[in-house]
């Protein structure tokens, strides 16, 4: 596809309706779920040995509830890993991937925020903020956040596969993902997987000891799911046409090259993931 055709298509998308529908709806249900989910974390009670627990379910159940809203509008991804997973396998275009984490970033600070209007003084604390715990090195918090979002987006993309006839509620599996996330890593880094969700209350708190890691994990994470997911779905038949292919253009360097032939997976080809416009059905979940 030539750069005119790019540009034209990209200019097309971005005065449609549905797009901007899309990015409100990201914007929307992040807030949410960073009100939802950090509010979980403010401790009004005294806090005790099930405070995980407790938080491990908000954060779940608020992901379930919200992608089964807004799922067949724009994904529902309210969070930046499974956006740039997405992005990285070419399932969605640079625009949207930028307005969404745009969307998502000032979404996380207006729930935070709001949670912040909304909590006692006293019982602010950390407004939610993921902070890597006691003993805990930054290259083995780096390892915990690359691993709890490579399953939830790994889980995202499972759910998009549109043959399976074994699926029960695409929402429900991706939110206990989540829940599963917190059950490992909350005593790790109080599991961020996500963020847009440890940005906002940073910005708030003003609190960013470490915060790179919280983007920095699950971003890698999170591609390495979706790519992982990608490759899982090839044949023995397409990995081999593949490398055959990539070994042509290889050998022709200096003359046409060869089809790229890529794996025949549902995920890929029959189940679009391109830019919605108005003639292109919602990515539903």
């Not at 596969?161 to 074994?166: C, F, G, I, L, S």
């Not at 109080?190 to 906002?200: D, E, L, V, W, Y």
């Amino acid at each position: 596809m030539s750069i005119k055709t790019r540009l034209k298509a990209l200019k097309e998308e971005l005065v449609t309706f549905s797009f901007w529908k899309s990015v409100r709806c990201e914007f929307l249900v992040t807030l949410i779920y960073v009100f939802i989910g950090c509010g979980s974390l403010t401790h009004i009670r005294q806090p005790s040995n099930d405070t995980f627990l407790k938080v491990a379910l908000t954060f779940g159940l608020a992901e379930a509830t919200l992608m089964q809203c807004v799922g067949h509008i724009s994904g529902a991804h309210m969070n930046p890993a499974i956006t740039m997973a997405l992005l990285a396998t070419g399932k969605i275009g640079v625009a949207r991937a930028v307005c969404y984490i745009l969307a998502q970033g000032l979404g996380a600070i207006a729930g935070a925020g709001i949670l912040y209007g909304a909590t006692p003084n006293k019982y602010h604390g950390g407004l939610g903020v993921t902070f890597i715990k006691d003993d805990v090195k930054p290259a083995q918090a780096f390892a915990v956040e690359f691993m709890v979002t490579f399953v939830l987006v790994f889980t995202y993309f499972a759910n998009l596969e549109p043959k399976r006839v074994d699926m029960g509620s695409r929402s429900l599996s991706v939110g206990l993902s989540v829940v599963l996330g917190h059950l490992f890593a909350f005593d790790y880094t109080g599991c961020g997987m996500n963020p847009a969700r440890s940005f906002g209350p940073a910005v708030i708190t003003k609190q960013w000891k470490d915060h790179w890691v919280f983007w920095v994990g699950p971003l890698i994470g999170g591609i390495f799911g979706g790519f992982t997911y990608e490759y899982t779905q090839c044949s023995s038949e397409d990995i081999q046409r593949f490398r055959s292919s990539f070994r042509r253009q290889k050998s022709q360097a200096y003359g046409e090259p060869g089809q790229d032939q890529r794996c025949d997976s549902p995920l890929t080809t029959e189940f679009s993931f391109t830019p919605r416009t108005a003639s292109n059905e919602d990515l539903r979940l």
